[in-house]
């Protein structure tokens, strides 16, 4: 199969990086397509699979262990390992006295040392929020977005 010829893993770091290597993705997409027989698997081959094999693949590195409440506690040691700020509050664990929030509340926060010195500097300014809500497989989860303003009134 013609699909065989192309590493996978070069079509999802390229799919990482920025749009010049999405258009590298295209033009080897139609590549297996311009050379497949017709109505072989490599000819109906379309970005919606490449994106699936993608996932797959990205999947390994995220999904630390098949428990999600194992991998969340893995990914919190490996990012205490660097250097990186967290709280995290599993849905059994006790809510930190005067928090108000919710014994059942699930809360998970991560602040990297990029963001750390970005919100020192910045932070004395302006510092705004926003939340969002399902955005994962997961229902009536809140994803909270700290933004630091700089001089300029761009984000960071």
């Known amino acids: 199969m013609l699909i065989q010829t192309i590493d996978r893993r070069e079509i999802v770091s390229c799919r990482n990086q920025n749009s010049l290597a999405a258009n590298l993705i295209h033009l080897k997409v139609r590549a297996i397509r311009d050379l ?54 599993d849905r059994q664990d006790r809510a930190p006295i005067d928090s108000r929030l919710p014994g059942d509340a699930f809360v998970l926060c991560i602040q990297t040392s990029f963001q750390l010195d970005a919100f020192r500097c910045l932070g004395k300014n302006f510092i705004g929020i926003n939340a969002t809500h399902n955005i994962t497989q997961y229902q009536n989860i809140l994803l909270f977005t700290i933004v630091a303003r700089d001089d300029w009134g761009h984000g960071e």
């Open 36 to 89: 497949a027989p017709h109505r072989s698997c490599d000819y109906l081959i379309a970005l919606k699979e490449v994106n699936q094999i993608a996932h797959a693949l990205d999947n390994d590195k995220i999904r630390l262990h098949p428990d999600d409440a194992i991998s969340t506690r893995l990914l919190i040691g490996q990012l205490a390992a660097q250097d990186t700020c967290t709280f995290y509050k």
